[in-house]
Each structure stands twice: as structure tokens, then as C-alpha cells.
């Protein structure tokens, strides 16, 4: 079996098994599109091989859904390509690049800390705010910025009915909330919700549905709620809500970040 998922002609998701993370692909006739280079340049140096064992088309064009590293600490070993992201992604590439290189090795365990140390931080070259659309052949690629969730520079992709949506879509674990606005978040997935996809494929995970989203975006904004009933109350604890407590305080002890 292709390890490699074609949902539509030409546009193709792989899961690695490492964080059940995805990556797009979108292959025209002279040329490739990857969305996010994974952790490191091992894990970036096994994606450009198989990559290479699909398609003759050479990478020419990297989309960074996000800044975090499991989606763009393999940037560098694409040395010859456009990196496009949003420009916070770019920002906080440069400015918090170490940090996370840091706080992840911390979190990590030690056979994962040798790759990591050697990344060498690449942020996205060409940027944008709202959004941008990319060419590839006679295919349009809209990338668009949708509003804070995950992160403050989440991009979707949107081509054919296929949406790569990176983690404002969480499929088989609860949506990370560590860089998080809790708050913003359900009308981000609102707008998202806005495109006319039929397959959304998640940063880790199954593809889903619309209707998964839409419970997410239920879940999101019952998070959000929980938020503002606790700020009103002073609780110190949640009552029970959509996740474990303890992704509830990660969202919690971002209920101000600005
Ligand atoms: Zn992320």
C-alpha cells in the first residue's frame, strides 16, 4: 500500500507514526508543494526520501502551517525553496526559536535531544497577513490566515476540498493549548468552517469530516465558556468540561496571553 494517502488527484497526506503528525503534499507536473518539514533534519531527511520515492517533481515550495518545531524545525533541509508562513510565524521563528528548542528538549526524552540541538532554525521567507495564493500548474492554492487559536499564526490550506488545517484541528488527542487563545479560538474554527472543504486534514491524526470540526468548534467554545465562568466565580478548579483537567488549566493559564 502507498504510504502515501492521495485524497484528490495530485494532493496527498502522509501520518508519521512519530507524534501522528501529517504532512501535505501537492505534486504538479514540474514541481512540489510540502506543508510543514516535521521535527528535525532526520525526520526532514526521511520526508524528502519519500517524497523522492513518489514523485520525480522536486520540492520548490515549503508552507509552515505554524511556527512550532514538529512543523518547521526540518525547514533547513529544504535549502532551495520558497518557505512560505504567516509573518508571526517568521517573527516568532526568530524570536522564540530557541525557547522552544529549549523548553521541547526539556520535555523530551534524551534520545530526541541530539537531532534537536543540531536544528538549525530556518523561519518562512515570504510571508503574509491575511492571505496568499500559491500556482501549480492550473491549480490554485489559497492560504489563509483565519484568526488566534492554536497559535497566533496558524494558516490553513485550501485547494480542491482539501483543507490541511495544521493544529487548529486536533484528530486522537485534545487540541494543544500551550501557545493557545482559548478565547479566539472557537471563531477562528468558525470562519474556517466558512470554506467550502469536504476532507480536513488535521496537523496530527485521522482526516475528518465537517462535522468533526463543527464538534471541536462545540468543544472549543464550551472551553471558552468554562473560561469566563470561572473568571466570574474565582473557582479554583473546573467542573468537568470536553477535556482532562489538566488541558483545561493549559487553556486556563492562557486566558490572558496577548
Ligand atoms: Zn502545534
Not at 139 to 162: K, M, S
Amino acid at each position: 500500500m502507498n504510504p502515501w494517502d492521495e485524497l484528490a488527484d495530485g494532493k496527498f497526506r502522509r501520518r508519521y507514526e512519530t507524534l501522528d503528525q501529517n504532512i501535505g503534499l501537492i505534486v504538479g507536473a514540474d514541481e512540489t508543494i510540502v506543508i510543514d518539514t516535521r521535527s528535525h533534519h532526520v525526520h526532514a531527511d526521511e520526508l524528502r526520501d519519500d517524497i523522492a520515492r513518489l514523485t520525480k517533481a522536486p520540492v520548490t515550495t515549503v508552507i509552515n502551517t505554524h511556527m512550532h518545531w514538529d512543523h518547521s524545525f526540518g525547514n533547513a533541509r529544504f535549502p532551495d525553496c520558497r518557505i512560505v508562513g504567516h509573518v508571526r510565524c517568521r517573527s516568532r521563528l526568530i524570536g522564540d526559536g530557541e525557547r522552544m528548542r529549549t523548553s521541547t528538549i526539556a520535555q523530551l526524552p534524551e534520545n530526541c535531544h541530539e537531532p534537536l540541538r543540531d536544528v538549525e532554525i530556518v523561519p518562512p521567507d515570504t510571508t503574509f497577513e491575511e492571505s496568499m495564493t500559491l500556482t501549480l500548474d492550473d491549480r490554485q492554492i489559497r492560504l489563509a490566515f483565519f484568526g488566534r487559536g492554536h497559535t497566533d499564526n496558524d494558516v490553513a490550506v485550501v485547494v480542491d476540498g482539501i483543507l490541511f488545517a495544521g493544529d487548529l484541528i486536533e484528530q486522537g488527542a485534545p487540541p494543544a493549548f500551550g501557545d493557545s487563545y482559548p478565547r479566539e479560538w472557537p471563531a477562528t474554527l468558525e470562519q474556517l468552517l466558512q470554506e467550502a472543504a469536504s476532507v480536513w486534514v488535521p496537523g496530527h491524526g485521522n482526516v475528518v469530516d465537517r462535522q468533526f470540526v463543527l464538534t471541536q468548534r462545540n468543544e472549543l467554545s464550551e472551553v471558552a465558556r468554562l473560561i469566563e465562568q470561572r473568571q466570574a466565580t474565582n473557582e479554583d478548579t473546573f467542573p468537568t468540561g470536553p477535556y482532562s483537567g489538566a488541558v483545561l488549566e493549559q487553556a486556563w493559564e492562557r486566558r490572558t496571553a496577548t
